[in-house]
């Protein structure tokens, strides 16, 4: 995996710049609100109050632009759910492609060859851990032409509506939406068994 710059930041004639493109957005919530991919300078405000805005913190990520593909890996209890990929049918996997009905295909399984898939879990995996996860987990991943892994977001409580990809992800394993919730009701409570 190779680790997203995160400080784009270029000095010239004494003045900051940001390097364009680049991806705006906060450094807490979810869904993807208050994220921007930026392109010229003069979005660049915007971009910045928008991701403030939705934020709880006073700190926000100014990122890299990466053109890959979208997956995701999500992990319940000590199981890896099947990887979906996500393809949104115009810009990127934003709010509105992710909650407006046939705006985004999400492919599960995912068409990519075995070593790819291995190189997803077996990352989805090491950061839930690394995390202190436990229960349930979603790990976001681009993928750019070259093969080249970055982990985007990783979700310590996964979106839960029907059509989310942790739910399609679930239901590729033949576990519809009411099981899914109770194995994550069981997995919950296993902590308090001792």
Known sequence: ???RRQRLLKITNGKR???LPAVVKPIDGGSSLGISVVETEQNLKIAVKEAI?????PRIIIEDK?????FSVGILGNQVLPIIEM?????????QNKYQKGRTEGIVPAKIDYKL?????VLAVKLHRILGLSVCSRTDFLV????????????????MTLNSSYSQ??????LRFSELCECIIKESLKKYEK
């Open 53 to 57: 805005h939705y934020s709880n913190h």
């Open 1 to 3: 995996m190779i680790k």
């Open 169 to 174: 992800a679930a239901g590729a394993m033949g």
């Open 87 to 95: 393809i949104p049918k115009t810009g990127f996997y934003d709010y």
């Open 66 to 70: 990466i053109e890959g593909r979208d």
């Open 117 to 121: 898939a291995d190189q997803l879990n």
């Open 144 to 159: 750019d032409k070259n093969n080249r892994i970055f982990a985007t977001e990783i979700n310590s409580l996964p979106s």
């Open 17 to 19: 710049r940001i390097l």
